[in-house]
């Protein structure tokens, strides 16, 4: 399994008509579930959500871009979110990576809907390197991700579209296969080809049961599409959080003025302040004196 490299592959079929995207991403969901230590439903909540999240930036025009998917339902794990970049890169992060409810649903899947919630909403945002970012929302249809992410598609892009997602989480909580496939139908394709397509995919094993075979991303598209598949792009893909002190100290400095000198004031008798990222759970320490100095700086940035 350590061998197994995560990628996704970025695909066209019937002369372009048809976009279509697949991914293994069992080493990506792996490292989410080791950082945040979740539970089974929720690791294949937030796995599911990172594995479409990825497949959402590989729709992205430049690797510097970014797009975040939220989802807030009314389930016990709170906001779930993931965001990926144009360069394959993930990262998540998930309020309660520990819910305590029933992990498996009477269909022996994992709970992932009932970690979840199946009410609230799924937000998608895209960073395109301008000032403010495309925001599209919609109401969750089941808390399953895969669907929901296939409804935003659909409804707020309006690209007819199915999404399969799918993570394997063995009985002691490791990760055993985690992937999936995006296929999206543009103008133009027939209503037989729709058809034809709609079939395949029905038909298709579950996403992880065909990652756990052996299969690839390629093989599971031309399960889909045969011969008629044309890998465009293969492209690495990997858990990066992309945090630093640096980062850390400007988003200490948007929380303002007062609320900086309230938190030098609370850690003044420690003498160092302790910030953890929620993407990796990395901690950053920051000295009394070097937030004095962010103080500083913020209150002179008030004053220009
Ligand atoms: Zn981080």
């Known amino acids: 399994m350590g061998l197994r490299e995560d990628y996704l592959v970025r695909a066209q ?30 690791t294949a909540a937030l796995g ?14 430049e690797p510097e871009h970014v797009v975040s998917v939220r ?25 309660h990576a520990h819910t305590g409810i029933e992990q498996v649903k009477e269909n022996g899947k994992l709970n992932v809907s009932g970690v979840v919630g199946s009410n609230g909403r799924l937000t998608v945002a895209r960073h395109l390197g301008i000032r403010h970012p495309y925001v599209g929302v919609v109401e969750l249809v089941s808390g399953e991700i895969g669907e929901d992410l296939a409804h935003y598609l659909r409804s707020s892009e309006q690209t007819p579209s199915a999404v399969g997602l799918g993570v394997f989480v063995h009985r002691d909580g490791n990760v055993m296969a985690a992937g ?39 093989l599971v598209l031309s ?3 045969g011969d008629d598949v044309e890998v465009l792009e293969r492209r690495p893909v990997r858990f ?7 980062r850390v100290e400007r988003a200490l400095m948007l929380l303002g003025e007062s609320e900086l000198r309230a938190i030098h004031e609370k850690d003044r008798a420690a003498g160092f302040t302790e910030v953890t990222c929620e993407f990796c759970t990395a901690r950053y320490e ?5 937030l004095l100095v962010l103080i500083a700086a913020t209150s002179a940035s008030r004053v220009a």
């Open 13 to 42: 079929a019937h002369g372009g008509l048809v976009r279509a995207f697949a991914i293994d991403a069992t080493g990506v969901v792996s490292e989410l579930r080791r950082v945040h230590n979740t539970e089974p439903a929720v």
């Open 48 to 61: 599911r959500l990172a594995t479409g999240a990825l497949l959402f930036g590989s729709m992205l025009k």
């Open 71 to 95: 989802v807030l339902g009314d389930g016990p794990a709170g906001t779930l979110l993931a965001t990926a970049t144009g360069r394959g890169e993930v990262r998540g992060l998930v309020t």
């Open 180 to 218: 999936g496939y995006i296929v999206q139908l543009l103008p133009g394709v027939t209503e037989r080809t729709a058809a034809e397509i709609d079939e395949a995919i029905r038909a298709l094993p579950h996403p992880t049961s065909m990652l756990r075979g052996g299969d690839t991303p390629e």
């Open 223 to 225: 399960r889909i599409f």
């Open 240 to 246: 990066h959080c992309p945090c630093s002190k640096g």
């Open 286 to 290: 920051l000295s009394s004196a070097e």
